[in-house]
């Protein structure tokens, strides 16, 4: 068992990450015309054992950020620093075969069961993988840890020669999820692990996470649209708009008295399944493009709030104390 | 047509009696549709809801019989009753009948899931709106572009004379779905089938969506059947609910009998199963293993094996049980609907 020790170092402390994505024109000289910022001054710590829901909504920044984090996409700029038994490492500056070692500390699970599982490859194969290319295991030991981690996460032994196809999409996250906590990593980005799934087989899937966590004391990134799931399963939230964090939070002040005009729109765009709860009224306008963002605050065109100053001056992420920081030049007072 | 017959309000809508849908497969038939009976009022909005694979998509389809082979509907009626002509029954109507070419996007219309692929990428969006008025109305091109223009405007498109000259692929997936909803009612249907109609958008943008729907709903007084695996939507939308599962429809009533007071342990499992329910219990209460494969339903209550109440002997033998009233119009087809405590 993990316990949470907030004064030590963070396991993870993401500061000022940025991925910029060039935009060429179209013509024989393909010249770069802009950038579309697709992730913009994220900076947060991680705790171990902790959970750290992301969300927004599509093109907010919340995928790239977690894969730039692992260095499956390369960080414009910004910095990521991994804290391990008091060694510190700097992820965004490894070179290959360190980076290949730290992969055995950072892992993922994806969205898409179908397409996250080789078709060629037995269960086996698949879960074992990781531990023939870090060379960790082989033969029967290998037969052996493959075995033991099918079971943990709720399938049968039998399973490990079969192939993905034969299974429904929650027993192939279980496939996604043994095959990244294998390599009994430290730190799991989970990108909508239980989306493209149906709510009696989600549970499943997030109490086995749940699980995992509390025995292994592992920590998430867990990226999810859903904002009912990430408030089950995240110890605070970060809300993204347009690339950058426009509000952060423990969950419960998150949930309960949020801040930025954003993440009350968001929350109260979730339709209740109370008949009685009548929904909130509507914000108007389509999300932001990260390769068109408007001058000022991202979200002011859609803002009912929004001023003149916020049209000319992007606001700063600023902390309104207990941990609740705030993108925004006139936060909302908590609702009584 | 014959002397059009003005339909009282008593006669619902839509009704379908025993529909039964199988698939022919190389390893034997599949029953996606067992059995279903639905009755849509009119001017009302019935919801139909299930997992992944519970046969409420193909009922929809089957409504239009857009049903593709290997599928064919084996058994059942499926009866419209139009405001003004003959009542038709959908399932007996030939694959080549002229009347099925009128119904479909006239008097029952249909929104797909994906804005995308419901729409052509290769035509401009007026040509497809004017196609959609020019087949089903005797007007000239230049009426029908005046009708697309207001349709549009009335579904919230800004600056909707430029739209109709743009391509699908220039506008938000938000923006193509306001599209499709005024494609689906430039028409004035009677009925419109939407099929996931907000999943796949994003939560802001799906609650302008429902409202638009609402609003629209309410002034054209179209009947809705909304297929959705979204209890929220379910909630905030319609007023009557069935609930499928594995091709069977295993309770039905308002929404509020079906959100508040489940009666079938499967209701009462996906109900208990969403996340923001159950905020301070460690453990989210879920259903026990996975649906089973069309080829393997289970004897007895198709639901029996994952089912908590279920009692040896009695539950997974003989032939499904049937939807039954245990209350006034609130109806569950589980053996022990009865015994089992009310609320969840």
């Given at each position: 068992?993990?316990?949470?020790?907030?004064?030590?170092?963070?396991?993870?402390?993401?500061?000022?990450?940025?991925?910029?994505?060039?935009?060429?024109?179209?013509?024989?000289?393909?010249?770069?015309?802009?950038?579309?910022?697709?992730?913009?001054?994220?900076?947060?710590?991680?705790?171990?054992?902790?959970?750290?829901?992301?969300?927004?909504?599509?093109?907010?920044?919340?995928?790239?950020?977690?894969?730039?984090?692992?260095?499956?996409?390369?960080?414009?700029?910004?910095?990521?620093?991994?804290?391990?038994?008091?060694?510190?490492?700097?992820?965004?500056?490894?070179?290959?075969?360190?980076?290949?070692?730290?992969?055995?500390?950072?892992?993922?699970?994806?969205?898409?069961?179908?397409?996250?599982?080789?078709?060629?490859?037995?269960?086996?194969?698949?879960?074992?993988?990781?531990?023939?290319?870090?060379?960790?295991?082989?033969?029967?030991?290998?037969?052996?840890?493959?075995?033991?981690?099918?079971?943990?996460?709720?399938?049968?032994?039998?399973?490990?020669?079969?192939?993905?196809?034969?299974?429904?999409?929650?027993?192939?996250?279980?496939?996604?999820?043994?095959?990244?906590?294998?390599?009994?990593?430290?730190?799991?980005?989970?990108?909508?692990?239980?989306?493209?799934?149906?709510?009696?087989?989600?549970?499943?899937?997030?109490?086995?996470?749940?699980?995992?966590?509390?025995?292994?004391?592992?920590?998430?990134?867990?990226?999810?649209?859903?904002?009912?799931?990430?408030?089950?399963?995240?110890?605070?939230?970060?809300?993204?708009?347009?690339?950058?964090?426009?509000?952060?939070?423990?969950?419960?002040?998150?949930?309960?008295?949020?801040?930025?005009?954003?993440?009350?729109?968001?929350?109260?765009?979730v339709p209740n399944p109370d008949p009685d709860v009548p929904m909130?009224?509507?914000?108007?306008?389509?999300?932001?493009?990260?390769?068109?963002?408007?001058?000022?605050?991202?979200?002011?065109?859609?803002?009912?709030?929004?001023?003149?100053?916020?049209?000319?001056?992007?606001?700063?992420?600023?902390?309104?104390?207990?941990?609740?920081?705030?993108?925004?030049?006139?936060?909302?007072?908590?609702?009584? | 047509?014959?002397?059009?017959?003005?339909?009282?309000?008593?006669?619902p809508l839509l009704?379908v009696?025993?529909?039964?849908?199988?698939?022919?497969?190389?390893?034997?038939?599949?029953?996606?549709?067992?059995?279903?009976?639905l009755t849509i009022p009119r001017g009302r909005v019935m919801g139909l809801v299930g997992?992944?694979?519970c046969?409420k998509s193909?009922t929809a389809?089957?409504i239009?019989?857009?049903?593709?082979?290997?599928?064919?509907?084996?058994?059942?009626?499926?009866?419209?009753?139009?405001?003004?002509?003959?009542?038709?029954?959908?399932?007996?109507?030939?694959?080549?009948?002229?009347?099925?070419?009128?119904?479909?996007?006239?008097?029952?219309?249909?929104i797909?899931?994906?804005?995308?692929?419901?729409?052509?990428?290769?035509?401009?969006?007026?040509?497809?709106?004017?196609?959609?008025?020019?087949?089903?109305?005797?007007?000239?091109?230049?009426?029908?572009?005046?009708?697309?223009?207001?349709?549009?405007?009335?579904?919230?498109?800004?600056?909707?004379?430029?739209?109709?000259?743009?391509?699908?692929?220039?506008?938000?997936?938000?923006?193509?779905?306001?599209?499709?909803?005024?494609?689906?009612?430039?028409?004035?249907?009677?009925l419109l089938i939407a099929d996931e109609p907000t999943t796949?958008?994003?939560?802001?943008?799906q609650a302008?969506i429902m409202d638009l729907m609402r609003a629209l709903q309410a002034?054209m007084n179209t009947a809705i059947l909304l297929i959705t695996h979204d209890l929220g939507v379910v909630a905030q939308m319609c007023r009557d609910v069935a609930v499928m599962?594995?091709?069977?429809i295993v309770e039905r009533g308002t929404v509020r009998q079906i959100l508040k007071t489940p009666?079938?342990?499967?209701t009462?499992?996906l109900l208990?199963?969403l996340?923001?329910?159950?905020?301070?219990?460690?453990?989210?209460?879920?259903?026990?293993?996975?649906?089973?494969?069309?080829?393997?339903?289970?004897?007895?209550?198709?639901?029996?094996?994952?089912?908590?109440?279920?009692?040896?002997?009695?539950?997974?033998?003989?032939?499904?049980?049937?939807?039954?009233?245990?209350?006034?119009g609130h109806e569950?087809?589980?053996?022990?609907?009865?015994?089992?405590?009310?609320?969840?």
């Amino acid at each position: 068992m993990s316990e949470r020790k907030p004064a030590n170092k963070p396991l993870l402390s993401v500061r000022g990450l940025c991925k910029y994505f060039p935009v060429h024109s179209q013509g024989l000289l393909r010249r770069r015309t802009r950038y579309v910022r697709a992730v913009d001054d994220v900076s947060f710590d991680l705790h171990s054992g902790e959970t750290l829901g992301l969300v927004g909504e599509s093109g907010s920044g919340k995928t790239t950020t977690g894969r730039v984090i692992l260095r499956a996409i390369e960080p414009t700029r910004g910095s990521v620093l991994l804290t391990r038994d008091d060694t510190c490492v700097e992820v965004t500056t490894l070179g290959r075969r360190d980076l290949k070692q730290l992969r055995t500390q950072m892992q993922m699970v994806f969205q898409d069961p179908f397409s996250s599982l080789n078709p060629r490859m037995t269960v086996g194969d698949i879960v074992g993988e990781p531990l023939v290319i870090h060379r960790m295991a082989k033969g029967r030991a290998l037969r052996d840890q493959v075995v033991t981690m099918l079971e943990r996460v709720g399938l049968k032994p039998h399973h490990r020669t079969r192939y993905p196809h034969a299974f429904s999409g929650g027993q192939r996250q279980r496939i996604g999820i043994a095959r990244a906590l294998i390599m009994n990593p430290a730190f799991l980005v989970a990108d909508e692990p239980v989306s493209a799934l149906d709510v009696s087989v989600q549970a499943q899937v997030i109490n086995l996470l749940r699980r995992f966590q509390r025995e292994l004391g592992l920590t998430y990134l867990f990226i999810a649209h859903d904002l009912s799931v990430v408030r089950h399963i995240s110890d605070r939230v970060a809300v993204m708009y347009a690339g950058r964090i426009v509000e952060m939070a423990p969950t419960a002040a998150l949930f309960e008295r949020p801040r930025h005009p954003y993440t009350r729109a968001l929350l109260a765009s979730v339709p209740n399944p109370d008949p009685d709860v009548p929904m909130a009224p509507t914000i108007h306008g389509d999300v932001a493009d990260p390769g068109d963002l408007p001058p000022g605050c991202s979200f002011h065109p859609r803002c009912p709030y929004a001023t003149e100053a916020c049209r000319n001056e992007p606001p700063a992420l600023t902390d309104s104390g207990h941990g609740h920081q705030v993108r925004c030049l006139k936060p909302l007072e908590p609702r009584v | 047509m014959a002397d059009p017959k003005h339909n009282g309000g008593g006669t619902p809508l839509l009704e379908v009696e025993d529909l039964e849908v199988c698939f022919d497969t190389e390893v034997g038939t599949l029953t996606a549709v067992d059995g279903v009976s639905l009755t849509i009022p009119r001017g009302r909005v019935m919801g139909l809801v299930g997992e992944s694979g519970c046969g409420k998509s193909v009922t929809a389809y089957s409504i239009l019989r857009l049903v593709q082979p290997p599928g064919r509907i084996r058994n059942g009626r499926i009866r419209l009753n139009p405001e003004a002509g003959d009542p038709v029954d959908i399932a007996g109507l030939r694959e080549t009948d002229e009347l099925l070419y009128r119904l479909r996007g006239g008097m029952v219309s249909m929104i797909f899931q994906e804005p995308m692929t419901a729409l052509s990428p290769v035509h401009t969006v007026g040509n497809q709106l004017c196609e959609a008025i020019l087949l089903h109305q005797s007007i000239g091109a230049g009426e029908a572009e005046r009708l697309a223009v207001g349709m549009l405007e009335r579904v919230g498109i800004p600056g909707a004379a430029d739209r109709l000259r743009q391509y699908p692929f220039e506008m938000s997936g938000g923006m193509r779905q306001r599209v499709v909803i005024a494609m689906a009612l430039v028409c004035r249907p009677e009925l419109l089938i939407a099929d996931e109609p907000t999943t796949a958008l994003d939560v802001t943008i799906q609650a302008q969506i429902m409202d638009l729907m609402r609003a629209l709903q309410a002034e054209m007084n179209t009947a809705i059947l909304l297929i959705t695996h979204d209890l929220g939507v379910v909630a905030q939308m319609c007023r009557d609910v069935a609930v499928m599962y594995l091709g069977r429809i295993v309770e039905r009533g308002t929404v509020r009998q079906i959100l508040k007071t489940p009666q079938h342990p499967y209701t009462r499992g996906l109900l208990a199963s969403l996340p923001g329910l159950s905020l301070d219990r460690p453990e989210l209460p879920s259903i026990e293993g996975t649906v089973p494969s069309l080829f393997e339903i289970p004897p007895g209550c198709p639901f029996h094996p994952r089912c908590p109440f279920s009692l040896e002997g009695t539950c997974d033998t003989g032939a499904p049980p049937a939807l039954r009233p245990p209350l006034a119009g609130h109806e569950v087809a589980c053996l022990r609907a009865g015994e089992l405590e009310t609320a969840p």
